[in-house]
């Protein structure tokens, strides 16, 4: 019952946000009316946004096997698109991230908590990068001394987020802290401390192939690069004014940050807002109307929609296996258990 008036906040968040938008871009979107799309930017733009899936999965694979768990490349491109596919048919109950978990948990006996770690520790080191990709924006331009004061102060808690998580990864790779008293207390809380205990030891065990996380997080850099650019040139290929390509290494990863924050579905809403929003403000010099930002995040979630389309095949193809898994998962409680390991993630990662 509580999952579910969840999950109805989130529509009515998401719903509400969109309507407000639309209602702010009425004004503007008359004038764009009668100018055609560029199709070959768009065209070109989707297949950069296919790219940054496919890296993505190419990079939790590299993270499976360096645990040396038994896991095919084939099968992360299973997982991963049909993963990508829940993120829009769940309605939040049990998102991408999870659905990965629950289904790499039962291929793995014996070694579940260190697969499960595997996807939550993925996107930390996503998300990571996008604080990185993002303030290295802010410096590269010097944004930090735009005119704008909600930009300045923007810019200025990206720096400290940065800051922040760069300590906190630091942190959680020294011996002391998966090893020490912090950490047994952790173990010992009821309910979640044994797989608590399976996370310290697959952080551990990730402490001693260093490389393979500097080249997740180089990975994940051009995860973020190849979105950005894609929805530059989506912002191009649209009619109208749009915010330059340096802008939107700014402008996307703090709409993608907002996007994470799980009070919507899927960040549906929020990041069209925050596009929306730093249209306007970086895009000022060159004209760019309100309601700008909120056609291009339309038009980002449409392309992110065909590109689900491969994992609806994979789902075609595995449908009776997907169907009877998710049915035992809710049964005997794996379900639960997935989404308790999903707000532990959540905590470390902050």
Request: proline letters at 4%; one cysteine or more.
């Amino acid at each position: 019952m509580q999952r579910w008036l969840a999950n109805s906040l989130k529509v009515a968040i998401s719903a509400a946000i969109l309507i407000y938008l639309g209602w702010q871009a009425r004004k503007s979107l008359p004038d764009l009316q009668g100018q055609p799309p560029d199709w070959w930017l768009l065209s070109l733009s989707a297949l950069l946004c296919l790219a940054m899936v496919v890296v993505t999965i190419i990079r939790w694979h590299l993270l499976v096997r360096a645990l040396e768990l038994p896991f095919r490349l084939r099968d992360a491109f299973r997982l991963g698109f049909l993963g990508y596919l829940f993120n829009f048919v769940s309605l939040g109950s049990v998102g991408g991230d999870l659905f990965r978990a629950i289904f790499i948990a039962r291929e793995q006996p014996g070694r579940r908590a260190e697969a499960v770690a595997t996807v939550f520790i993925d996107r930390v080191i996503g998300l990571y990068a996008l604080f990185v990709v993002a303030s290295i924006a802010v410096l590269a331009v010097g944004l930090l001394r735009h005119p704008h004061e909600g930009v300045r102060l923007l810019c200025h808690l990206t720096l400290l987020g940065t800051a922040i998580s760069t300590l906190a990864g630091f942190v959680m790779l020294t011996p002391g802290f998966t090893n020490g008293r912090l950490s047994q207390w952790l173990g010992d809380l009821p309910r979640v401390g044994r797989i608590i205990r399976r996370l310290l030891g697959a952080v551990r065990k990730y402490r001693a192939r260093l490389p393979v996380l500097i080249v997740a997080g180089l990975m994940s850099v051009a995860v973020h690069s190849l979105s950005t650019v894609g929805i530059y040139l989506a912002a191009v290929g649209l009619p109208g004014e749009a915010p330059d390509l340096v802008s939107h290494f700014l402008i996307v990863p703090l709409g993608m940050l907002a996007a994470a924050v799980p009070i919507s579905v899927s960040g549906l809403g929020v990041f069209e807002g925050v596009l929306d929003v730093l249209y306007v403000q970086l895009g000022a010099s060159t004209g760019v109307m309100t309601g700008t930002g909120f056609v291009v995040g339309l038009c980002y979630r449409a392309i992110t929609i065909g590109i689900a389309i491969i994992g609806f095949g994979y789902y075609l193809a595995n449908r009776a296996v997907v169907r009877q898994v998710m049915r035992q998962a809710s049964e005997t409680g794996e379900l639960d258990a997935a989404l308790r390991v999903a707000e532990v993630a959540r905590l470390r990662a902050s």
